[in-house]
């Protein structure tokens, strides 16, 4: 078993939910468009879509909340003074 300290968050069930949410809409987005309305859902190329899209992702994850952490550290910073 790995320990993680507080600051270490595993963003990989994140990065899976994002790509099918992602496949998802793209799936929906064609279907609208061609008229499609039978079922289109289908679990093989969605998975293959998970699978090629989840590293990206995930690294589009981490960076932004590594930002977004950067950023309130910086904005909640005693020593800058704003005008």
């Known amino acids: ?10 963003y990989s069930p994140l990065a899976r939910w994002m790509c099918l949410y992602e ?8 279907a609208e468009k061609t008229g499609y309305t039978k079922d289109c859902l289908k679990p093989i190329p969605i998975n293959k879509y998970i ?22 550290t910086v904005n909640s910073s ?4 704003r005008h």
């Open 23 to 30: 496949a998802v809409n793209i799936i929906s987005d064609k």
């Open 78 to 81: 005693p020593h800058i003074h």
């Open 1 to 10: 078993m790995i320990n993680k300290t507080e600051t270490e968050i595993d």
């Open 51 to 72: 699978n090629e899209r989840y590293h990206s992702v995930l690294k589009d994850i981490e960076y932004e909340y590594k930002q977004e952490k950067l950023q309130s």
